[in-house]
Nanobody
Framework: QVQLVESGGGLVQAGGSLRLSCAAS????????VRWYRQAPGKQRVWVAI???????NYADSVKGRFTISADNTENTVYLQMNSLKPEDTAVYYC?????????WGQGTQVTVSS
């Protein structure tokens, strides 16, 4: 069992940057990977980025080259650095840890990118 809290969202202009945080209530080292997802208004939740315990990262094509996922095991926190933001990045962003069924999810943090 683990609780996740996303933070760092807000309103930014297109081309701007934002860093999201996902704070876990306990060590994330026990998990094989951490993923970021996002859900735009009226849309399905989609995968954005992943970081594995070994440090491997991968990204959805829509954010590749603009977003960077990282982890700080000391702080039990995973970050999503978002650069060159576009209006289509507007969504609620969630972090996820693998587990039974759908795993563990936070409540999300809203990111709004204005044109």
């Amino acid at each position: 069992q683990v609780q996740l809290v996303e933070s760092g969202g807000g309103l930014v202009q297109a081309g701007g940057s934002l860093r999201l945080s996902c704070a876990a209530s306990r060590s994330i080292f026990q998990f094989n990977a951490v993923r970021w997802y996002r859900q735009a208004p009226g849309k399905q939740r989609v995968w954005v980025a992943i970081i594995t315990r070994g440090g491997t990262t991968n990204y959805a094509d829509s954010v590749k080259g603009r977003f960077t996922i990282s982890a700080d095991n000391t702080e039990n926190t995973v970050y999503l650095q978002m650069n060159s933001l576009k209006p289509e990045d507007t969504a609620v962003y969630y972090c996820n840890l693998p587990g039974s069924s759908v795993g563990y999810w936070g409540q999300g943090t809203q990111v709004t990118v204005s044109s």
